[in-house]
């Protein structure tokens, strides 16, 4: 069974920046996308990023590109998302999820959460002054 732990999440200012980190463990992996997601309050869950496991290929939705980059964590099986200039629409349970053995670049279809069933427990982000 894969874990998945995202940590990172608080309080931030807009215009303000947070690091979350995915830290993913339970079997070796070969092949797979790691994807960040979003769900806030009152709304279905959005995908954000993605990733690929070479770290080579990555897909971002429009509301972030710009402002959010996905990359290879510096520890070994971590993802990391840096959140730049941030706005309360941000704000949300930010959630970073698995689909394994996928040996193919990321496709929009990746920024949709019924791709993957493998999903971490959540960590908020709150973005208010």
């Known amino acids: 069974q894969l874990r998945l732990v995202e940590s990172g999440g608080g309080l931030v200012q807009p215009g303000g920046s947070l690091r979350l980190s995915c830290a993913f463990s339970g079997y070796t992996l070969g092949h797979y996308l790691i994807g960040w997601f979003r769900q806030a309050p009152g709304k279905g869950r959005e995908g954000i990023a993605v990733?690929?496991?070479?770290?080579?290929?990555?897909m971002y939705a429009d509301s972030v590109k710009g402002r959010f980059t996905i990359s290879r964590g510096d520890a070994r099986n971590t993802v990391a998302l840096q959140m730049n200039s941030l706005k309360p629409e941000d704000t949300g349970i930010y959630y970073c999820?698995?689909?394994?053995?996928?040996?193919?670049?990321?496709?929009?279809?990746?920024?949709?959460?019924?791709?993957?069933?493998?999903w971490g427990q959540g960590t908020q982000v709150t973005v208010s002054s």
């Open positions: 990733i690929s496991s070479s770290g080579d290929n990555i």
């Open positions: 999820a698995a689909d394994v053995s996928v040996a193919r670049p990321p496709s929009g279809r990746d920024l949709d959460p019924s791709e993957y069933d493998q």
